[in-house]
């Protein structure tokens, strides 16, 4: 498909437990963003990679969070040792690199429950 | 710090009304603004952006936003609305340099009556 491509589209584990979500961006798109989504904050910006660098960290809510991106591509968010609190829509999105006024495009997101 | 506030959680109109969904925003530096909408159980969908030049900026769907530096604001725009318009509408800005993530309003659910 032409879109962002975000797997599992819904996740369901036990807290304390470790969950990845993968995230394929639009080819050619050389920014990839992951927000998270949920109904008490809203819209939250959680990291940014362009390549496999990721210049943005400021959003991790906590060092059980994690993110890679592997061949300027892919890019898994980890979350060790879930909590309650983790539950959420996890949301990708890329962009092209060329400007900075380029608008990012959105993944269907992931539903993640912490039982 | 960058913020946006859309100050209603909803907004209700007729069909074939014309339908203002409200965005106001604060940055320090030249701002870019977005509008995204998101239907149930879907990520959010591009419509329109303003990044410099004319303060009218048409987007996708009919959508248009008018850009008004004095007061902040960036407020979207349908001549017309549709009851397929019924999503829930975000307002985001980011500035022009420095940090590349959105910082996004908390939503306006929109709302068309047949």
């Known amino acids: 498909g032409a879109g962002v491509s975000q797997s599992p589209s819904n996740k369901v584990t036990e807290k304390g437990k470790d969950v990845e979500l993968r995230c394929d961006p639009i080819s050619g798109h050389t920014a990839l963003y992951w927000y998270r989504q949920s109904l008490g904050q809203g819209l939250e910006f959680l990291i940014y990679f362009q390549g496999n660098s990721a210049p943005d960290k400021s959003g991790l809510p906590s060092d059980r969070f994690s993110a890679e991106r592997t061949g300027g591509s892919v890019s898994t968010l980890t979350i060790q040792r879930t909590q309650q609190e983790d539950s959420a829509v996890y949301l990708c999105a890329s962009s092209l690199r060329q400007g900075d006024n380029q608008p990012q495009h959105f993944g269907d997101g992931t539903r993640l429950s912490i039982l | 710090a960058q913020s946006v506030a859309q100050p209603e959680d909803q907004v209700n109109v007729a069909e074939g009304n014309p339908l203002t969904v409200k965005c106001t925003y604060s940055v320090s530096g030249n701002p870019y603004l977005f509008w995204y909408v998101q239907y149930p159980n879907r990520g959010l969908q591009f419509l329109l952006k303003?990044?410099?030049?004319?303060?009218l900026v048409k987007g996708s769907y009919g959508f248009e936003a008018e850009f008004n530096k004095s007061q902040t604001s960036f407020h979207l725009k349908k001549p017309s609305a549709l009851v397929s318009d019924s999503a829930l509408y975000f307002c985001?800005?980011?500035?022009?340099?420095?940090?590349?993530?959105?910082?996004f309003g908390s939503g306006t659910r929109l709302q068309v009556q047949p």
């Open positions: 303003y990044i410099t030049g004319d303060n």
């Open positions: 985001a800005v980011r500035v022009d340099t420095g940090r590349r993530a959105l910082t």
